[in-house]
């Protein structure tokens, strides 16, 4: 582990932080100067597509508008704390975000495509008996100017491809946090990432997983409708409940009916289900068939994950053979199912292994509620 040379621009004192503001929002602001809300599509596209943070370099505004934004707004970066890079290729860094607290976001780079795993909080309140973020506690929300921090700090930090393209081309929140129990900054963020002006991402490449927070989902649709990933780990409630407890207030059979709810949204969606596998407890032949049951001429798709053990966890990874000989019965049964490829395990950067630096404030008060629901 070593300390990260990057040193983001910064414009300090109390002024507007104008990262994580999406096209209106940045209109609006611009509105509130006296300015035409076309500035927003020119700041938009300096700040993430060219990637200059100095407002005294945006061109195209008036020498006058530099200059007040110079003094009044700000687009301050955090700061990386340390980078680490995987036998793999895997990247991972740990992020500062104030008062002690720090995430990780993980970079994934294949032939044909560059996935940045983003945190959307620090810590997480919902207690997934599995994962290593659960187990650190929650502190808070992140904001949505340090959610997009992440996607800007990775593209500075790896540089651009020979191309002349980011080498992030898909963004999976998918780190720390769940993303809709922080609905109101993760949206924002989700609409610059595919908006044209910002990183023109198509909505396929963005993709947003929950635990089943069902309320903010059937809102999602309307509000983004990127691509949705669902932690679903269990075919029944019974298990279920133990493994991921909001399981407890939005039971499988409401959680489904908003997902196939979202998948009927414009464009039709297929939704990804991950189901992390967990020896001798989620792994079985009648657990493929009952997952099956459910995934029966829905549009899902079922993404088996080899579990990544952290320290004091007490579950162990399912053997290989058990993973393909579920995914077998899955596919038998007419389901679609993949194996994900374990990526950075070296640097503890795999599905499940993120955990940060986190202050708990409330974990434990919350899943011992949800526990009790």
């Known amino acids: 582990m070593s300390t990260h040379p990057l040193i983001a621009a910064r414009n300090e004192g109390p002024n507007a932080l104008l990262l994580g503001m999406d096209r209106g929002q940045l209109a609006d602001y611009f509105t509130g100067l006296g300015e035409r809300p076309f500035r927003a599509q020119q700041v938009l596209q300096w700040v993430y597509q060219r990637g200059e943070l100095d407002f005294g370099g945006m061109t195209d505004l008036s020498k006058a508008l530099r200059e007040r934004l110079t003094v009044e707004a700000s687009l301050q970066l955090p700061t990386i704390r340390s980078e680490q890079r995987s036998a793999d290729g895997t990247v991972k860094w740990l992020i ?20 940045l795993c983003i945190s959307s909080q620090a810590g997480c309140a919902l207690d997934c008996s599995f994962c290593a973020t659960a187990q ?19 593209n500075q930090s790896l540089g651009r491809r020979a191309d002349g393209g980011w080498p992030v081309t898909n963004v999976v929140f998918m780190g720390m946090g769940e993303p809709l129990a922080n609905y109101r900054n993760v949206v924002p963020v989700a609409r610059l990432l595919i908006d044209d002006f910002s990183y023109g991402l198509s909505r396929r490449r963005v993709t947003i997983s929950t635990a089943g ?16 990933a669902v932690s679903l780990h269990a075919p029944t409630d019974e298990l279920r409940n133990e493994l991921v407890p909001i399981n407890r207030r939005y039971p499988i059979a409401e959680l489904l009916d908003a997902c196939w709810s979202y998948a009927d949204g414009p464009g039709g969606r297929t939704i990804t289900f991950e189901y992390v596998m967990l020896d001798g407890v989620n792994d079985s032949i009648p657990q493929a068939r009952d997952l099956a049951a459910l995934m029966r001429g829905r549009p899902g798709k079922v993404n088996l994950i080899p579990f990544n053990p952290f320290a004091g966890t007490r579950y162990r990874r399912s053997p290989k053979q058990r993973i393909e000989a ?8 007419g389901a679609l199912a993949t194996i994900r ?18 202050a708990d404030r409330i974990k434990r008060r919350l899943g011992a509620k949800l526990r009790r629901t």
């Open 341 to 358: 490829r374990t990526r950075g395990d070296d640097i503890d950067a795999a599905c499940g292994q993120l955990a940060g630096r986190v």
């Open 136 to 154: 650190g506690g929650f502190n808070r929300n992140l904001s949505s100017a340090e959610i997009i921090a992440q996607v800007l700090l990775a």
């Open 213 to 228: 927070l069902v309320p903010q989902l059937r809102k999602l649709a309307a509000d983004a409708g990127v691509a949705l």
């Open 96 to 115: 500062e975000v104030g008062a002690g607290q720090a995430v990780e976001t993980v970079f994934i780079p294949e032939p044909q495509r560059g996935t």
């Open 326 to 333: 579920f995914r077998n019965e899955l596919v038998k049964r």
